[in-house]
């Protein structure tokens, strides 16, 4: 039995290998996606570590000279709107006699804060005032004999343990996602195509009449599948480690690196998963009645795995996730990466879980091969 498995397997690999733009269809999710986020990190970490000088419309800035000198200082200076960012600083005429006076004088930030693009700006302009507020009142307080510590009952002293691998946060999410999901995506054509496709073209047909069981045909394209999803997991492995690696994370006080050990990690987590993502693909593709439909089954069930891929991601995935197959494994990556210790509990429970879908999902294809109306698509 197992001799007759190793040639279907070796069949299958051959087969599938000679399909040269479904195996790169494959790999080139694996190849683009790194260097598309190398790109796109490169880009957000300029904005978020710039510190160009915002320009923006003062009104009655001659009423608060003070004010605008301390702007100044932050990088934040009064330009015409055409130069200008959409953001309008308007001070209030009797702001001088106020600030005198020792009252509150009102300062109006007119802006669209549901405009993205303006958002870190206004950020930066109320943190500057902010600053100012403080500063006023602690001279305030200073004036009139006070100390100005009283002001804070609670000296607050942060004793920050993060390392420089552990800030990634968000990015190592994002980072880890491209990498799980290489794993779905990157064998997807090739469980169709030796499915439905087979069926389509009646070499299925042609198998089956062979004395092998279903079971035994299963498992063999499932192994030749599973090969290539962890092919484009090596292949994004290595080419995140060169294009992370040219992305400024310093910039914010944080490195992602992906040495060998995590790659070896990786590997070793991923491989429950690439045989519980073959074995699946196969399932949904034998359920279709057409090559079209299976390609339109297998991109709508891809939902599933990039649903519980974000909510890792984005650190929503409530206490259960937590243990499911996908969120358990990413988030084991993560902390990986972090130098954290490793969730062994849900990683080890989440892989029997994957482990065990793969059997149920192997063992239900082959069943639904010894019906004359998935075979002929009928």
């Keep these: 039995m197992n001799s007759l498995i190793r040639t279907l397997f070796r069949k299958e690999l051959l087969d599938a290998s000679r399909d040269k733009r479904s195996v790169m269809a494959g790999l080139y999710y694996a190849l683009g996606t790194p260097i598309l986020m190398c790109l796109l990190f490169a880009v957000l970490l300029k904005q978020l570590s710039s510190t160009d000088e915002l320009f923006i419309t003062i009104e009655n800035a001659s009423a608060a000279p003070a004010l605008v000198q301390f702007l100044k200082t932050k990088e934040i200076s009064h330009a015409e709107e055409s130069k200008a960012k959409a953001i309008r600083l308007s001070i209030s005429e009797g702001f001088e006699q106020q600030m005198q006076q020792g009252r509150p004088a009102t300062v109006i930030i007119d802006a669209d804060h549901s405009d993205d693009r303006l958002l870190s700006s206004i950020r930066r302009v109320e943190r500057a005032l902010g600053q100012y507020n403080n500063e006023v009142a602690r001279l305030r307080l200073m004036a009139r004999g006070i100390d100005p510590t009283l002001m804070r009952p609670v000296d607050v002293q942060t004793h920050d343990q993060a390392t420089p691998d552990s800030r990634g946060g968000m ?11 290489t794993l779905f995506y990157a064998s997807m054509n090739l469980a169709i195509d030796t499915s439905a496709g087979e069926r389509e073209r009646n070499s299925l047909t042609l198998l089956l009449s062979q004395p092998l069981s279903s079971l035994q045909l299963v498992l063999a394209k499932v192994g030749a599948i599973t090969c290539f999803s962890m092919l484009g997991l090596v292949v994004i492995l290595f080419v995140s480690k060169f294009a992370y690696g040219l992305v400024p994370w310093e910039q914010l006080g944080f490195n992602i690196r992906l040495n060998a050990d995590f790659m070896l990690f990786t590997l070793l987590v991923g491989l429950p998963l690439a045989m519980m993502s073959a074995s699946l693909q196969v399932l949904v593709s034998f359920l279709a009645k057409s090559f079209k439909e299976a390609q339109t089954y297998v991109t709508m069930v891809l939902f599933i795995p990039l649903t519980l891929s974000m909510v890792t991601t984005y650190n929503i995935a409530t206490e259960y996730v937590q243990w ?20 062994l509990p849900q990683l080890l429970v989440s892989t029997l879980l994957t482990l065990a879908l793969f059997a149920v999902f192997s063992f239900s294809s082959s069943l639904l091969l010894k019906s004359e109306k998935v075979v002929f698509g009928l």
Excluded: N
Aim: glycine share 6%; aromatic share 6%.
């Design 171 to 181: 990015f190592l999410g994002i980072a880890t996602l491209t990498i799980i999901l």
């Design 324 to 343: 499911l197959p996908i969120a358990a494994q990413q988030q084991a990556m993560i902390e990986f990466l972090k130098g954290s210790a490793l969730p």
